[in-house]
């Protein structure tokens, strides 16, 4: 687009993704798999291969810093010797400085609106005369989709997850030709050794029994056990799918979603009063205080009918939490850990608006939770310490000498 001066203007790319660091991590995959495919093919051979039309052989890697305008990128070079064509040198970094937003945009385009390998190998050549085949392209998308299977299919069953929390957001696609509303539905899991994992993500065309059915469905599939909560809003179809698959297990509804379902059953100009009173709700740790606040908070509330049967019949639904070690309360009284999530996949999602198709939208959307779960896992403090969970209990059931 040309500005006032009729000039071109510079892609800005920190506006455009939001987060210099997530470009940063995701354009180092991406070069770090682009090496990789072009080196197999420069050898003639993949990894430990065994074949006729072998040109050279690995010797070990060296790595290379490269700095860009999102950061600094760290690869691993893949070294070659007895090579008939001379030195192996990635061409995308041999054209790297004139041609780096060219590959950024394409690659950005490549993975977050799903176009074809052909037009993607068009984009890089006209921008930045790169040479990338449209197997290569291919083969990167197939690499990254089983990297989601894998994670998405994972046996469950090595350990339990007492807590799960799951919501949903909705994201534009493409279908048949017409735009639609597409639901993505996210489940977080907190495990026995207090860690959170995403344990499921999936596409479907609404936030119904049936798709949450098919999630929970899935999970006990893989050997999900031991789920003692569920977090998440009040839809009827997360209701019905927990009452169906999930007989026993406790539900907490979020007290973010009850505080703004309330706040629409009266004129705005009242949002902030009813904001701080519903926030003194909940303030207290003890059920029966909390239930004698919105009483009165109902009392004073009465020309608006629908809040106040709302605070009288519909509070006792977010106290599920009052039954937990105090430690745990605060973190699980509501969705607010995965909404953060959801916000962050937001700011990704936005750079495409409307995806090409369902395949596109689950590529991406995994791929970012992908990452979350791999950092989740390496993170030196873990989220809950389940201690007090199982000391409440011990002391729960112990004897009142065996207490003493």
Known sequence: MANGNGSIKDLDLQ???????????????????????????????????????????????????I???????????????????????????????????????????MYFQGVSTRRVQKVLEEMGGLSLSASQVSRIAADIDEDLVRLRSRSLIHTEYPYLIVDARYEKSRRNGSVHSTAVLTTVGISIEGRREILDWRIANSESEDTWSTVFRGLKDRGLTGVRLVVSDAH????????????????????????????????????????????????????????????????????????????????????????????HRRKLSSTNMLERVMKDLKQRTAVVSIFPNDASCDRLIGARLMELHEKWATERTRYLNMEHLYRAEYLEEATPAETL
């Not at 470009?23 to 070069?31: G, K």
């Not at 009452?243 to 009242?270: I, M, S, T």
């Open 67 to 109: 700095k860009t305008r999102v950061g600094e990128l760290e690869l691993d070079i893949p070294q070659v010797r007895d090579s008939v064509s001379g030195p192996y040198q990635p061409s995308m970094l041999y054209k790297w400085q004139r041609s780096e937003r060219a590959l950024l945009v394409a690659c950005a385009e």
């Open 236 to 327: 009827r179809g997360i209701r019905a799918a927990l009452d169906r698959h999930l007989q026993g297990v406790e539900w907490q509804r979020c007290r973010v979603h009850f505080k703004r379902n309330a706040l629409r059953k009266v004129p705005w100009k009242y949002y902030k009063k009813l904001m701080q009173e519903l926030r003194s709700v909940f303030s207290p740790e003890d059920r029966k205080e909390c239930l004698a606040r919105a009483e009165e908070l109902a009392r004073q509330w009465e020309r608006y009918p629908r809040l106040a049967a709302m605070l009288r019949e519909e509070t006792e639904q977010c106290l599920t939490v009052c039954s937990l070690p105090s430690e």
């Open 15 to 65: 506006g455009l993704f939001r987060e210099k660091d997530v470009m940063r991590e995701f354009l180092q995959v991406v070069l770090q798999r682009l090496i990789e495919h072009e080196a197999d093919e420069y050898i003639g051979a993949q990894p430990y291969e065994r074949n006729s039309e072998r040109k050279a052989y690995r010797n070990g890697r060296k790595s290379r810093k």
